[in-house]
T-cell receptor
Framework: LAKTTQPISMDSYEGQEVNITCSHN???????ITWYQQFPSQGPRFIIQ???TKVTNEVASLFIPADRKSSTLSLPRVSLSDTAVYYC??????????????FGTGTQLKVEL | DADVTQTPRNRITKTGKRIMLECSQT?????MYWYRQDPGLGLRLIYY???????NKGEISDGYSVSRQAQAKFSLSLESAIPNQTALYFC????????????FGQGTRLTVV
């Protein structure tokens, strides 16, 4: 299973765009890249998923370069309610016999006024 | 109603006691997972199951056991609880496609005294 590396924490202010980068140098051909958000004492919540190039939904954008060895989660115009831990996961059906959904320690995003 | 339901939501138990945490899902997913989360840390995988007849150990299975009673039910047991098993426990489900979108329960806060 591809190992991921993210910054431990990031700080931002309301209204700013936040970009969180995840490194996954040994990503496999069949792996997808998925980001989750977790608020305190709640289970993680799916944000966005992609395989290559750019994916955008109502919450965020995900940028994946051609080599797929990294990805960037972009949160436009953050608010205080975006303060959470963000996890990057890579994996797919054929990875090690099946995806084990392995979470790292994530990135703690703190948004201030 | 929640797609993934964990019971109980909170539990205090004594050292040495046996305790079972239950998880049920209405997503129709084959894959189910149990995680624990300690303060300030990410999620660590305890056990996972890709179908009713499949059980696999995760990163930290020692001291835990599981039972997959049906596609919709996955229980986690602590045979003899110890204080360092005090944590927040999450159950999750996902489907069999080549992606990693998972759905989490609300969590069970377990305290072993």
């Amino acid at each position: 299973l591809a190992k991921t590396t993210q910054p431990i924490s990031m700080d931002s202010y309301e209204g700013q765009e936040v970009n969180i980068t995840c490194s996954h140098n040994n990503i496999a051909t069949n792996d997808y890249i998925t980001w989750y958000q977790q608020f305190p004492s709640q289970g993680p919540r799916f944000i966005i998923q992609g395989y290559k190039t750019k994916v955008t939904n109502e919450v965020a954008s995900l940028f994946i370069p051609a080599d797929r060895k990294s990805s960037t989660l972009s949160l436009p115009r953050v608010s205080l309610s975006d303060t959470a831990v963000y996890y990057c996961l890579v994996g797919g059906l054929l990875t090690g016999g099946g995806n084990k959904l392995t979470f790292g320690t994530g990135t703690q995003l703190k948004v201030e006024l | 109603d929640a797609d993934v339901t964990q019971t109980p939501r909170n539990r205090i138990t004594k050292t040495g006691k046996r305790i079972m945490l239950e998880c049920s899902q209405t997503k129709g997913h084959d894959r189910m997972y149990w995680y624990r989360q300690d303060p300030g840390l990410g999620l660590r995988l305890i056990y996972y199951s890709f179908d009713v007849k499949d059980i696999n150990k995760g990163e930290i299975s020692d001291g835990y056991s599981v039972s997959r009673q049906a596609q919709a039910k996955f229980s986690l047991s602590l045979e003899s609880a110890i204080p360092n098993q005090t944590a927040l426990y999450f159950c999750a489900t996902s489907d069999n496609r080549g992606n990693t979108e998972a759905f989490f329960g609300q969590g069970t806060r377990l305290t072993v005294v």
